[in-house]
């Protein structure tokens, strides 16, 4: 069996391409395990379709009456992942959703992928801007992800341009830092960004293959979830231009669609 997490960053395309891979009859694929929950919440309501045999890990804490805390003993979350990385029949490859920041609470997680030799299959998405956008879209919408066009609602926002810069750097600094923090682990790692998936279904056949796994003829793995973002930045943005203004002479001008 074949252990991965997908390391990625908030509003990336993770759930799509999450969808995709747990199309696969080989492939089990959690959401964001190590995302902590409110008491409210069981820790199996939300759970991708496919996947309700593991909670998260909040929820795996409470059922033990183990002490909820961040700062618990590393022991905890070794025997939960090793619970999350237990063979199951028919299943090849087993991985979960790692969220850049969801390291800062948990970084004994990286000292278990090394242990383990977890790979790593990095998405990113290369146009930063549409990140930025998807992120405030969804901050009004209240909703990451719609399986219907009939759901689908577009969202106009307007974009601080006093902060855009800053906040552009900033995620650039971020995928920076997780790719070094990558690097650094000696894992085997494979990058793809949502773009290129986006643009080739065949893209998808060699993240199969790192997961040790192959697509056989027939295996529909398209995704259901539907594509919220309209292409064009001017049909996206409420305030193009003045978006449009404010990165001209710079490296993420290039990021605009008109």
Not at 116 to 139: G, T
Not at 176 to 188: E, F, G, I, M, N
């Amino acid at each position: 069996m074949v252990p991965f997490v997908l390391w990625s960053t908030w509003r990336s395309g993770t759930s799509w391409l999450m969808e995709r891979l747990n199309k696969h009859p080989a492939v089990g694929s959690y959401g964001e395990i190590l995302r902590v929950l409110p008491p409210s919440v069981t820790g199996w309501s939300e759970w991708p379709p496919g996947a309700q045999d593991r909670p998260f890990y909040t929820a795996y804490l409470r059922e033990r009456g183990l002490v909820d805390s961040l700062l618990g003993p590393h022991t905890h979350l070794f025997r939960y992942l090793d619970y999350v990385y237990a063979p199951r029949r028919n299943l090849r490859a087993i991985g979960f959703k790692l969220m850049y920041d969801q390291v800062r609470p948990y970084p004994h997680v990286l000292a278990y992928l090394r242990w383990r030799n977890v790979r790593v299959l990095h998405l990113i998405r290369e146009n930063l801007l549409d990140l930025v956008l998807s992120r405030k879209a969804n901050a009004f919408r209240k909703r990451a992800n719609v399986w219907s066009t009939e759901e689908r609602e577009f969202i106009r926002p307007c974009l601080n341009t006093r902060t855009l810069i800053a906040e552009l750097t900033r995620l650039e600094w971020e995928r920076r830092v997780a790719r070094l923090a990558t690097r650094l682990s000696l894992l085997p790692v494979h990058e793809v960004s949502y773009e290129d998936l986006l643009d080739s279904d065949s893209r998808l056949d060699p993240i199969l293959a790192f997961l040790g796994v192959r697509r056989d003829a027939g295996t529909d793995l398209s995704p259901t979830i539907v594509k919220l973002a309209p292409f064009s930045h001017r049909d996206g943005i409420a305030n193009f231009d003045e978006v449009d203004q404010c990165l001209q002479g710079t490296r993420f001008h290039a990021f605009l669609r008109p």
